[in-house]
Structures are given as structure tokens and as C-alpha cells.
């Protein structure tokens, strides 16, 4: 008997007792060799160390839908590091199982759930201890496994035993948060010594037949080599001169949920912005005073905590638009749809160099439009000393304790990347490499933070607002998990911006 799209139910059949067949056939794209190696494998963890565009997400879609489509009631559970990889996660999962041979299943937008006619459910969801603890899988794959916080990880395994026979992947590029975490451990341990429980592999980039060698040899020239090994070769660096030590960095980070523009009410932040002419991406980074509802005034009496209530980041957008979703998350006059206003935007520092010119008088012109005004908008130069006092200003707070960072790995990748240069009087400053692409992020909440006031100033929070369960960072700062900003401009100064004669 033949079905629909010419399949026969041999076809079928077959499809659903073989990913590597279901690819073939009912998704339309083969898997690469190196994808069909982890597929056939018996292992039941199942470990890759990968570089980027290895072809890791399209693995996930298909063991998945697999998973789901070939039994019914099954249960698969993606885990992303960070609410914006789970998002994108889920829009590549969903967009697969559009595939006109694969039949009904409803997406479920605001919880990142597919659920099939066969009662199977796939879901995405942020690492958030509370995401995992209360779930259950037949499939668990964790991405960007190295940026997953340890204990996310022991709260997601007791769900892994309760089901017999289910599976998990683990994939990343290299990532050593703390030493001894557990996706450097395992992989390491399936490498050596692969047995029927664990195995491991290496994915560098170029392992993917799609692999274009200009392209490489391209973010070879235009990354530190450090970021190039990690993301590209897929090896582990033990990089002594970052200006921010991952360590460090990933004491920091904390799982809450971001406030989006449309729900922001007015919230007081300072923003960067770095344009992304002549790299691949625009950003915009907000900095906030953060509402913790006292929950760290014992260790912080007299000063504020800091956090990024918002980053967005742009790929190929034409900065006209960029600008316009800028000074739409900046306008603070009620105009979402139900009288809902935008952030409060008390400082935005925006990249004046060259091309950055016309871009900064465009910004002016549409806030005037927009928001009635333009002051607090500044073109800067991205001079070494606006980099020394905008960095500067983060590593104190992060040092201190009282700056929290997302779960975003690249914000965080492109942090380590930047690297320290001895002076000769013995002085230490960031290095400032020309040819290195890829800050944008880092640029941007750069930018933000040279506006931010980091000397006690009181902390008074009359009423908290925020909202959700109460989560840490490893380095011990509180807070809700949908934390929203403090009323205090006085945590703001006018931004210690260089300009163009400022570069020493
Ligand atoms: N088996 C396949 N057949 C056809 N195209 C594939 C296959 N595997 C991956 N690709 C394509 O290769 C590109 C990179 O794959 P993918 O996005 O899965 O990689 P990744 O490792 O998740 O990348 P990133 O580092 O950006 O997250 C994508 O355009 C994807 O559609
Ligand atoms: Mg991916």
C-alpha cells in the first residue's frame, strides 16, 4: 500500500524503528556521518563536545521528532543555557515538524511545546532548577551543557532514572564553569573509555560536510584565538589572561526570566548599544538597579545590586530598524497596545565611531519623534579608556558580588574573550585587538555600565515588585526569578565617556 507523499508502510516502519531512516525519509535530509554516529549509538548518555555550526541543533530536531513521532506518549525534554537559546531552539524544532510528510502537531508558542496527535510531547525549556525537577523524559538533551549550572544538572537526573530505557545527549562547545562540571567530566570519561552507558565525540566545525574553509579561515582572522579554538576547533583552553575569568563570570549568573520591553511599565535602566556594521549583529544591552526585595541587605547594607534586566541581539538587520526597535524599548509613553509603556531609558551610549556617526543622529531624531526628547543619548567613541571604565566598572561589581549576569552564553563567551596587556609601568588594561569581531554584546553592556555608579548609595526598597521563587547565583546574591528594576537614578551618572581625543 503506498501513502501519502509516494511512502510505502514499509517506509514508515522502518522510519520509526531508525532516526537515520526517519531523516532520510519523512524529514528530507539525510544526517551527515558524523550525526548518524551518535544516532546509532547504543550509549545511553551520549556526550559531544562540538564547534559551532557542527550541525548540533538539526541532531536535536530530528532525535526528538524521532522520539515523538515513532512512540506514541513519549516525553523529550530540550534544556537550553538561557531563555533566548530555548526560544530559538524551539523555532527550529517547530519549523522541522512542519515537514508535509510528518503530519498533525500543534506548537504551543508561549510555552515552547509541540504536542503530536499521538499524544507525545516535545518540549524547550530554559536550565532553571524548577524547569527540570518537576519534569519527566524518555529524551533529555541539554545544550550548550557546559553554560547548564550544576545543579540543574543533579536536579534533572533523578528524571532520567525514573523512566526506563530513556536517553540523554549532552552537547556544547567547551565550557569549564566550575572546575570538576559535569559536561567536561563526562565527555572527557566517554572519550577515553566509551562504554555501553557513555560515549563521547569531538565535533570540530569543519566536521560538518557543509564546512566552507573561507569562511573558517575568516573567524580565524577575526576572532582571539583563544574564542577561535573554543568555537571553532572545539578544544578546551585554559586561557590565564582574560580580563574576565569564567570562573568568575559564571559566579555570576543567575537563572531569571528577562522583562520584555512590553511589560516593562516605565523601569528605569541605562543602555548600550553597539551597531553592527562591520560585524554580524546590532545589540542593545540594559543595565538596571536590581528590586531584591531586600533579600541581600545583610551582605550589601548601603549599595544597590546591579543586573540586565534585557539584551537583544540583531543579525542582518538594516540599522534603520534596529534603531526603531531601540527607541521602541525606550519609549516610555504608553503605547503598547493596552496603554503599556516601554523601559526608562535615563542614559543610552551609542557607538560614534566612524559609520556610527549617522547612526547616532538618526537614534536622536526618531527619540525626539518618539519619546519627546533626546538628551540622554550619547554617540562615544569606543576608546581604551571608555573600555576602562566601562569594564572596569563591571569587573568591580562582579568581584564585589553585586552584578548578576543571564545564563546568555554569548554575552558570556564574548566576555572571556577579552583578554589583559601588561603596561609598561606595570599597570594592567584590556586589550583592545582591532580585528576582533564578535563583542557586540560585550561592547554594548560595556557601554551601559560606564553609566552605572558603583560607590555605596543606599539602598532603600520600599515595596518589591519582583516576582517568582527565589534563586542564587553561586557566588551566594539573591534574588526573584522575574526580577524587575529599582526606581533609583541616582544609581546612574552621566556617563564617563571618552571621546575622540580621549585615546591613551
Ligand atoms: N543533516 C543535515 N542535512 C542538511 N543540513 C544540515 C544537516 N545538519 C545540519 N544542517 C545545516 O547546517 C547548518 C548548521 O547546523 P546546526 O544549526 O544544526 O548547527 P549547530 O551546531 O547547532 O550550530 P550553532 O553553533 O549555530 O548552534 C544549518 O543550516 C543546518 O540546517
Ligand atoms: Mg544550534
Known sequence: MTLAGGL??????????????????????????????????????????????????HLYAVLALHRAFSRSGSRVLIVSAGETAAKRLFAEVASMAKRPLLGGSAVDETTSTLVLSNGSRVECVPASQKAVRSAEAD????????????????AAEPIIAARPGSRVLL?????????????????RSGMDAPTQWLESWHWPSSVSPLFDAAWLQWKKETSSPDYYQREYLAEWTESGGSYFPAQELMA????????????????LAVAGVDWGFRRDANALVLVSALDDGDLNLARFPDE???????????????????????????????????????????????EENGVGEPAVQQLRQRARARWGRSTGIRGVWTTN????????ALRLLIQQGR????????????????????????????????????????????????????????????RSE?????????????????????????AFTAPRAGDASDDW
Not at 139 to 153: F, K, S, T, Y
Not at 320 to 349: C, M, N, S
Request: proline share 8%; hydrophobic share 40%.
Open 304 to 350: 544597590p545590586v546591579f543586573y540586565i534586566p534585557f539584551l537583544e541581539e540583531a543579525f542582518h538587520k538594516p540599522y534603520a530598524d534596529f534603531i526603531e526597535r531601540v527607541v521602541e524599548v525606550g519609549d516610555p509613553t504608553p503605547h503598547w497596545g493596552q496603554g503599556q509603556q516601554g523601559y526608562t531609558l535615563r542614559w543610552l551610549l551609542a
Open 171 to 187: 552537547a556544547s562547545t567547551p565550557w569549564e564553569p566550575v572546575p570538576g562540571h559535569f559536561f567536561r567530566q563526562m565527555w
Open 252 to 267: 555570576a549568573v543567575a537563572d531569571y526570566r528577562q522583562l520584555p520591553p512590553d511589560e516593562a511599565r516605565g523601569a
Open 466 to 490: 519582583s516576582l517568582g521563587e527565589v534563586v542564587s547565583t553561586t557566588g551566594g546574591v539573591l534574588l526573584r526569578n522575574r526580577p524587575v528594576p529599582l526606581w533609583r537614578p541616582e
Open 8 to 57: 510505502t508502510r514499509q517506509d514508515v516502519e522502518r522510519a520509526q524503528e531508525d532516526p537515520v531512516v526517519f531523516a532520510e525519509v519523512m524529514i528530507g535530509d539525510p544526517l551527515f556521518a558524523h550525526q548518524v554516529e551518535v544516532v546509532r549509538s547504543e550509549a545511553r548518555y551520549r556526550v559531544i563536545c562540538a564547534g559551532r555550526r557542527a550541525g548540533k541543533s
Open 403 to 462: 552584578m548578576v549576569l543571564p545564563r546568555h552564553p554569548e554575552l558570556l563567551k564574548q566576555l572571556h574573550a577579552l583578554t589583559t596587556e601588561m603596561l609598561p609601568g606595570g599597570g594592567m588594561r584590556i586589550a583592545v585587538p582591532d580585528n576582533v569581531g564578535h563583542d557586540d554584546l560585550a561592547d554594548a553592556l560595556m557601554q551601559a555600565m560606564a553609566s552605572v555608579r558603583t560607590n555605596p548609595i543606599g539602598r532603600w526598597t520600599d
Open 139 to 154: 529524551l533529555l538533551i541539554v545544550d550548550e551543557a557546559g553554560w547548564v549550572g550544576q545543579d540543574v544538572w543533579e
Open 385 to 392: 579608556r571608555l573600555k576602562a571604565n566601562g569594564y572596569g
